[in-house]
């Protein structure tokens, strides 16, 4: 085992017998996947606060309906704050303001998405992605800082929500370049499914401890999140390796990819591509280091996953954002919920998330078509949205079974459709073999669906005002229009599971 150019974290030279020989690779790759698992499931707790918040910070329309839970609010939160809700949110446009909030932090995120991938490459993968979430544990903490200072300034809240989005861009170009350099090119999707969940567990943890505090007031719901986001950045900065070779291990995969992939490549993939390629090949491979913004939007594929993904995390940041403010806002069995209850309620709908992630990936991994199995999961969550919206109010089994089912389906294909992005990207001639290009590209794909995902709480917050039907009417459209950008690439695997005889039925034609 070589022994030069060793860079091991400090929480190995604390504890030499975490270092090779006495931990194999195996033992550090499953490490690296708990510990990145860790850092971004922190990122998405510190964004939950805002949705829990919401309905305390915003106008409060049923103040005296909220039946046998009015009492209970009125004794654990402050109930001046509560029915008043907070300047400057508390007034009329106090919704749309809400959305603002929003907007302001979800596309300086976005956009951070475009260059953060590229610093990455440039600077130590650990020290930037626990700069990046110090930053956002002490804006989010600031954020909350808020209630005890008295603030009532729309600009601060914007100006701390703009520089947490900045922040927050760091985490997931740094956790999935840590883990490309630990995986080599054999992965299942099952495997990464579990991975991938680290989403939705941190939302869950978000939406536990900001709705858990919420009855000491507001503030302590954004304090809770950012100092854990802290502690865990600690722990980042301690045991987490970069590389296997800081630690004398044969990297088992050499590029560094801006996005998990699920599986090795299919067959099916390859004959795609190697048809698209042909209409591309004008350039010799050094014209890559230079690919430019347009000339990326052209390259096969882009385009239909940009505009599909743009719409799938349109509808799951919506949910992430909306989803407590809509059922505290909606009676459940006649009886509108507390604000903490709302907030724990809203966790169902990400443990759907988790299950679907795994399901997902199982499913295509027996199939082997990650387009058809995320097809199949969007179109089945319309279906899913419409009996939520029309029965979830019926009794509270209603509307966690309903929950439940969404976000399985909701969820279950996002990260699924992420994946099969860059295993797409990873696949085609024009960008295999280049490094800059697939980083460049990948930037752009992760930078405009996260345009999505500004645009949906946005549009959710204006759109509420008419009615929460016109809200499900959005996020319905929007899982169509996602699922129509993968019907080519779906029609593909398809065609290509059929002449080699893989599927069942055709198996059976073909004896």
């Known amino acids: 085992?070589?022994?030069?150019?060793?860079?091991?974290?400090?929480?190995?030279?604390?504890?030499?017998?975490?270092?090779?020989?006495?931990?194999?690779?195996?033992?550090?790759?499953?490490?690296?996947?708990?510990?990145?698992?860790?850092?971004?499931?922190?990122?998405?707790?510190?964004?939950?606060?805002?949705?829990?918040?919401?309905?305390?910070?915003?106008?409060?329309?049923?103040?005296?309906?909220?039946?046998?839970?009015?009492?209970?609010?009125?004794?654990l939160l402050n109930s001046s704050s509560i029915d008043a809700g907070w300047a400057p949110f508390n007034g009329p446009r106090g919704t749309h303001r809400l959305g603002e909030l929003d907007l302001a932090f979800l596309s300086v995120y976005s956009i951070g998405m475009y260059f953060c991938g590229h610093v990455g490459d440039r600077v130590h993968l650990r020290y930037f992605l626990v700069f990046g979430m110090i930053g956002s544990g002490i804006f989010t903490i600031m954020f909350g800082l808020g209630y005890w200072l008295g603030v009532h300034v729309l600009g601060f809240f914007l100006a701390v929500q703009v520089v947490c989005g900045l922040f927050q861009s760091v985490g997931w170009p740094c956790v999935v370049a840590i883990v490309g350099n630990w995986?080599?090119?054999?992965?299942?999707?099952?495997?990464?499914?579990?991975w991938n969940s680290h989403t939705s567990v941190g939302n869950i943890v978000g939406s536990v401890?900001?709705?858990?505090?919420?009855?000491?007031?507001?503030?302590?719901?954004?304090?809770?999140?950012?100092?854990?986001?802290?502690?865990?950045?600690?722990?980042?900065?301690?045991?987490?390796?970069?590389?296997?070779?800081?630690?004398?291990?044969?990297?088992?995969?050499?590029?560094?990819?801006?996005?998990?992939?699920?599986?090795?490549?299919?067959?099916?993939?390859?004959?795609?591509?190697?048809?698209?390629?042909?209409?591309?090949?004008?350039?010799?491979?050094?014209?890559?280091?230079a690919i430019g913004f347009f000339e990326a939007w052209?390259?096969?594929?882009?385009?239909?996953?940009?505009?599909?993904?743009?719409?799938?995390?349109?509808?799951?940041?919506?949910?992430?954002?909306?989803?407590?403010?809509?059922?505290?806002?909606?009676?459940?069995?006649?009886?509108?919920?507390?604000?903490?209850?709302?907030?724990?309620?809203s966790t169902i709908f990400d443990m759907g998330g988790v299950l679907g992630g795994i399901l997902a990936g199982f499913i295509s991994d027996v199939i082997e078509a990650r387009a058809v199995t995320s097809i199949v999961f969007l179109l089945l969550s319309i279906p899913a949205l419409l009996f939520y919206r029309v029965y979830g109010s019926i009794s509270m089994f209603a509307n966690i079974s309903l929950m439940f089912l969404s976000g399985l389906l909701v969820n279950g294909p996002y990260s699924l459709i992420t994946t099969a992005v860059a295993t797409d990207l990873g696949t085609q001639t024009m960008v295999g073999g280049n490094s800059r290009a697939l980083a460049t590209v990948s930037a752009i794909i992760d930078g405009t669906c996260?345009?999505?995902?500004?645009?949906?709480?946005?549009?959710?917050?204006?759109?509420?005002?008419?009615?929460?039907?016109?809200?499900?009417?959005?996020?319905?459209?929007?899982?169509?229009?996602?699922?129509l950008f993968l019907i080519s690439v779906a029609r593909t695997e398809i065609k290509a599971k059929l002449n080699e005889g893989k599927w069942f039925w055709n198996s059976i034609g073909g004896h």
């Open 209 to 289: 401890l900001a709705s858990g505090v919420l009855e000491f007031g507001w503030g302590f719901s954004f304090v809770l999140p950012g100092v854990l986001m802290i502690v865990v950045g600690i722990v980042v900065f301690m045991l987490l390796v970069v590389s296997p070779d800081d630690l004398g291990f044969e990297s088992p995969g050499k590029e560094i990819e801006m996005y998990a992939e699920v599986d090795s490549v299919r067959s099916s993939e390859e004959k795609m591509e190697s048809e698209k390629a042909g209409l591309l090949e004008t350039g010799d491979s050094d014209s890559l280091a």
């Open 1 to 75: 085992m070589p022994s030069k150019n060793l860079n091991p974290p400090p929480g190995l030279n604390l504890f030499p017998s975490l270092k090779p020989p006495q931990k194999t690779l195996a033992f550090h790759q499953i490490l690296v996947l708990v510990i990145t698992f860790l850092a971004y499931a922190s990122f998405h707790a510190s964004r939950k606060p805002p949705s829990i918040v919401k309905s305390v910070l915003g106008p409060n329309d049923h103040s005296n309906s909220s039946l046998t839970e009015s009492n209970l609010n009125s004794t």
């Open 183 to 194: 995986s080599g090119k054999e992965k299942r999707g099952l495997i990464m499914g579990l």
């Open 298 to 345: 052209r390259l096969p594929g882009v385009a239909p996953f940009a505009f599909c993904l743009f719409f799938s995390k349109l509808v799951a940041y919506t949910f992430l954002y909306r989803l407590p403010f809509y059922i505290r806002h909606t009676a459940v069995a006649g009886v509108h919920l507390s604000h903490k209850t709302a907030g724990i309620l």
């Open 450 to 483: 996260s345009v999505g995902a500004a645009l949906g709480p946005l549009l959710a917050g204006y759109i509420s005002t008419r009615g929460w039907n016109s809200v499900f009417l959005m996020l319905i459209l929007s899982i169509f229009l996602a699922s």
